[in-house]
């Protein structure tokens, strides 16, 4: 089995900073895309940024500029760097990832549980 834990959520001031870590473990073959989703209350879930295994990048225009996404190939995570947050932000924070598992012949996405960011003064 795969699994996707995810770390670093919590209570930031607007103009804070916070960092988002996603674990994956378990019997992986391999892992392509990796991303970040948010979905705050009451709206649809929303991609904030992804990042290819060759190292692209591509962020919502919401946060380009602030929010940085970057991956540990050795060590199967990725973060979440998030800089000068605003109220808006504050949702609850998915990593997604691309993985084929040991005994699987395709690749699937993966989700985890989520993590809150709340950001208010």
């Known amino acids: 089995q795969v699994q996707l834990v995810e770390s670093g959520g919590g209570l930031a001031q607007p103009g804070g900073s916070l960092r988002l870590s996603c674990a994956a473990s378990?019997?992986?073959?391999?892992?392509?895309?990796m991303g970040w989703y948010r979905q705050a209350p009451g709206k649809e879930r929303e991609l904030v940024a992804s990042?290819?295994?060759?190292?692209?990048?591509n962020y919502a225009d919401s946060v380009k500029g602030r929010f940085t996404i970057s991956r540990d190939n050795a060590k199967n995570l990725v973060y979440l760097q998030m800089n000068s947050l605003k109220p808006e932000d504050t949702a609850v924070y998915y990593c997604?990832?691309?993985?084929?598992?040991?005994?699987?012949?395709?690749?699937?996405?993966?989700w985890g549980k989520g993590t809150l960011v709340t950001v208010s003064s």
């Open positions: 990042i290819t295994s060759g190292g692209s990048t």
């Open positions: 378990g019997l992986i073959h391999s892992i392509n895309n």
């Open positions: 997604n990832v691309d993985i084929r598992s040991v005994y699987a012949a395709s690749i699937r996405d993966y």
